[in-house]
């Protein structure tokens, strides 16, 4: 294999000159930057990615940290920042959980990980980081973002969507439609952004005079099949509901699948609305209605905002997410008389 020392023998210069003429790095006379440039065409020098790590001091390498690689939500994330990092011509390595009992172990982990490969940044997507193992992250790589997490000091190196004004948009949509018996399936109680977008929705249920903590209301996982068992367990329990709200689309998908076994028609029994608006909420039966979170917005400002910080860019960074209702077949009116459970 032909190396940076191959280069210099042959263009009689010194190890370091060839080095500086390959990085780009460093002043270099004209002619001998050519003899240079003949002898890598010469040996057709390619260097391999940790000589050019060596040669720039950069490894153009961003490391991203994400909960899990399954469902619809997580690779749509990995897609976006792959096309923002290639646009740049950077890549990434990639750190996931999987499922543990203690998610905070496994992002701590994840993280020291892409840290101790030299990626030039790191991108982390968890709700179970603490304040004070962002900052310690923070220690350890200077270029460190956040996704769907906010920590004071590290305000301008977080993105995220306000939860919270989905909540409530996710409650104003069913109001508007007439519904006041309304449940809901939440995802865990260990999810801050979860937690958000319920209290979000519980406060414009209240302003509605509508008790809050009334309403039908069962955990789940944020899968289908916890969608599935959440929703079968509210009918199992006798209760009579016009609309519910599933704090994601995969809930509201398994949601669907249990009311239809059930002999439940969406919408004119039961109105379903989801939360994210990924693109499983399009190819559901019926078609999804669903809290339309920036997701893809989101995170090309966070990938941005590393790149900037890394490699000195000037790419532009967004710092609004406005969040809306993606309207579709799965929302309806409330009739006049209800199915079992509506």
Sequence with gaps: MTTIRDVAKLAGVGLGTASRVVSGKGSVAPATAEKVRRAIETLDF????????????????????????????????????????????????????????????EVLEGARFLIERDCDGVIVMSNALTAADADAL????????????????????????????????AAEALLQHGHRRLAVIGGPQTSPDNLERLAGFAAVV?????????????????????????????????????????????????????????????????????????????????????VHIPVHDVTVAAVRALLNRCYGLTLPVARSFPISIAWRASVAAVHATGAPGG
């Design 206 to 290: 209240a302003e509605a005079g509508i008790d809050a903590e009334a309403l039908p209301h069962e955990v789940a996982d944020f899968s289908t099949k916890g969608g599935y068992a959440a929703a079968g367990r509210l009918l199992d329990q006798g209760h009579r509901f016009t609309a519910l709200f599933c704090a994601n689309d995969e809930m509201a998908v398994g949601a669907l699948a249990c009311l239809a076994e059930r002999g439940l028609r969406v919408p004119t029994d039961i109105s379903v609305l989801g939360y994210d608006d990924t693109e499983v909420a399009e190819f559901a039966v019926p078609r999804l209605s669903s």
């Design 138 to 169: 923070s220690a350890r790589q200077a270029h460190l973002v956040v996704l769907n997490s906010a920590f004071a000091e590290l305000q301008d190196r977080c993105f995220m969507a306000d939860h919270q004004q989905g909540g409530r948009l």
């Design 46 to 105: 390619r260097p391999s990615h940790a000589a050019r790590a060596l040669l720039s001091g950069s490894t153009q390498m961003i490391g991203v940290y994400i909960p899990l690689l399954k469902g619809s939500f997580y690779p749509h994330i990995l897609q976006t920042i792959d096309s923002e990092l290639r646009a740049a011509n950077r890549h990434m390595v990639v750190a996931f959980g999987r499922e543990a009992t203690d998610t905070r172990h």
